[in-house]
């Protein structure tokens, strides 16, 4: 009795912060990210494609778009910096 409520607390855990929509395939996306040390920007393109079309409430192409303006943002912040340094 004891390991089945250790069992649904634990399921409770894990959907609270690893929901299914980022549990797809063999590694999880937040593990995916930090295991190629992603910054804040190009973790997100890979969070919202990821989760596309998965999570609940949200369409593929909201997910998507969501990707495409953290895109925008990383290559504004790269063009700032070859900008900068070429002055």
Known sequence: RDSSR???T???HMSKFSPHHYQRGVIEC???IADADLDYFLGNVIK???RAG???GEDARDDLLKA???IHKKL???DKINTDAST
């Open 30 to 32: 937040w593990d995916f």
């Open 54 to 56: 998965f999570k609940n």
């Open 6 to 8: 250790k069992l649904k």
């Open 76 to 78: 504004e912040l790269l």
């Open 48 to 50: 919202y494609t990821y």
């Open 10 to 12: 634990n399921l409770h």
């Open 68 to 70: 495409r303006a953290y």
